[in-house]
């Protein structure tokens, strides 16, 4: 009898404690990887009590009695186009890295998202409200009108290293000196040309932000969420004013991965919050591929979205070759079937990366480089070669190799031998498992999981309406104060005039004299 009346007791204490919310994810971008990181937070969030309601391009991936799926059904898969076919990219010559094509396609990914009908409805109904809106940052601002619509706090959530094109949405753009574009693979300290390029990345993206991308941002925020706004009889603010409005950034992040930016107070790092906690058993047969495996196992996989088949024949053939030389097993993601293959190395259609990685005996790990590979090889102390293909990939392989923790091979059609080589090098030398080992332990030595800190962040937004406190004052202030070149006019101004009064007084002093002079010789 006591003990349930103290167990009634504790779940009213839990219930007036935990105070559910209701929370708006705006993650729809049609790519495996970002929908992996948006259903993490979404699955944190239900977890913890809360009610939310999720614009995704993924209807199916998740189910929870507290979770409403909005299904962004324009923005389709870039998967299956050339985009993200190995050999189309090795042929192109094409890395996705240029910024002006990847704010075109972003920023009409973010139409397309705001366009379909069932978002439009979910911004007409009256009855729906929200306690705060989390959107992925993906080099489009226009999710930041939402908020105007249900007056709201809003968090932005950013997926890659904090970059200047985030961190001045909450504070300010930092120096280029020492902080790195979000696409570029320089590594502080920086040589000469790498401090200029860096500079001129960041000159670049801002032209290209404000002439080119924020002028069809807010045409899009004209037309598909002002009417929404002015629909609740309030007033139409401007985009301009809602960017930098934000309460706080969720950043997919961590020193141990990245660099120790500074950062503004209202930056999170949760970085590793996607991985589940409880690594699922291996199936009975990958899990007798790898206890067997005396010299331990190789994990290969090119990611979820580009594909192992995708590599020109002749090369797949000549890493075949390199594999099956290797006294390791192999374990290759691969979705064909290979014929003539070696005995050591084994075909998986669909790998449980986590679970392969967190086994003992795992002892390398070939990637495309993904930040969600490379932070699971942190996660499990796995080193790593990769061999990047686009986008974000080369800058996070050249962090991994300047940790120390993995090498580096170039696509081409004949990096068979490169391959054979990093793999080599890997394994000749322990320093490098060492370093994964190491940069594991600084990875999970955090006072709570990246998780945990989801929620508590997001909670106190809300709690605070919105964490004014947190808000760096940097924002408030225009770039010409913080040059201080109000000043530097002030000064010069003041210098002037004294340099005039001078030379006056100089002018009327000679003339004075000339005077004296002449009144003298007429004397
Ligand atoms: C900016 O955010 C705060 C707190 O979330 C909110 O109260 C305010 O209305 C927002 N400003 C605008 C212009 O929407």
Redesign the pocket.
């Known amino acids: 009898m006591a003990s349930s009346l103290l167990s009634v007791f504790c779940i009213v204490l839990m219930v007036w404690y935990c105070e559910s919310y209701n929370i708006l994810v705006v993650s729809p971008l049609a790519g495996k990887s970002h929908a992996i990181l948006g259903d993490g937070i979404v699955r944190h969030l239900t977890n913890a009590g809360h009610k939310v309601t999720y614009i995704t391009s993924y209807p199916d991936n998740l189910t929870h009695k507290n979770l409403t799926i909005v299904f962004a059904s324009d923005n389709v898969e870039v998967t299956e186009s050339q985009m993200t076919n190995i050999q189309f990219l090795m042929d192109q010559d094409f890395s996705l890295q240029d910024p002006s094509l990847l704010f075109y396609h972003f920023i009409e990914n973010g139409r397309k998202a705001v366009s379909v009908p069932a978002v439009q409805d979910l911004f007409k109904d009256k009855s729906q409200k929200f306690d705060a809106i989390i959107a992925e940052w993906m080099f489009s601002e226009l999710y930041a009108g939402i908020?105007?619509i249900f007056?709201?706090?809003?968090i932005w959530f950013s997926t890659v290293d904090p970059h200047w094109m985030v961190l001045k949405l909450i504070d300010e753009v930092p120096n280029s000196a020492y902080v790195a574009d979000g696409l570029s693979t320089d590594i502080p300290p920086y040589s000469f040309r790498q401090r200029v390029h860096e500079l001129y990345n960041q000159l670049y993206g801002q032209y290209l932000q404000y002439w080119v991308t924020y002028p069809i941002e807010q045409q899009y925020y004209e037309q598909y969420i002002a009417p929404h706004i002015r629909d609740k009889s309030k007033p139409v603010?401007s985009l301009e004013?809602?960017r930098y409005?934000a309460?706080l950034i969720l950043g997919n992040s961590h020193s141990s991965m990245g660099g120790a930016l500074k950062l503004p107070q209202n930056y999170v790092a949760i970085g590793g919050y996607h991985i589940d906690m409880n690594v699922k058993p291996l199936s009975e047969s990958l899990k007798k591929i790898m206890d067997n495996a005396k010299h331990g196992v190789i994990y290969f996989s090119m990611g979820s979205t580009l594909r192992s088949e995708n590599f020109p024949k002749e090369l797949k053939e000549g890493i075949i070759k390199v594999l099956g030389e290797l006294k390791q097993t192999v374990i290759w993601k691969f979705g064909e079937d290979l014929p003539n293959r070696p005995k050591n190395v084994h075909i998986v259609q669909w790998a449980p990366q986590p679970s392969i990685l967190a086994h003992p005996n795992c002892v390398l790990f070939i990637t495309h480089g993904g930040l969600l590979s490379t932070t699971e090889a942190i996660h499990f102390g796995v080193p790593i070669v990769g061999i990047p293909v686009f986008a974000d990939q080369f800058a996070n392989i050249e962090r991994a190799v300047n940790k120390g923790f993995a090498k580096k091979v170039t696509l081409s059609y004949n990096m068979a031998t490169e391959l054979k080589t990093q793999i080599e090098s890997i394994f000749s030398d322990p320093k490098y498992a060492a370093k994964a080992k190491e940069l594991s332990l600084i990875y999970h030595d955090r006072p709570v999981s990246p998780g945990d800190e989801l929620v508590h962040w997001v909670e106190h937004v809300v709690k605070t309406?919105?964490a004014?406190h947190l808000r760096s004052p940097a924002l408030m202030v225009p770039w010409y104060q913080k040059c201080y070149l109000d000043l530097l006019g002030l000064i010069l101004v003041v210098l002037l005039s004294v340099l005039c009064l001078l030379l006056k007084l100089y002018r009327k002093i000679l003339k004075k004299s000339d005077h004296n002079i002449g009144s003298k010789k007429t004397n």
Do not use: I, Y
């Open positions: 908020p105007a007056d709201c706090p809003m603010p004013a809602l409005n309460s309406s919105g004014p």
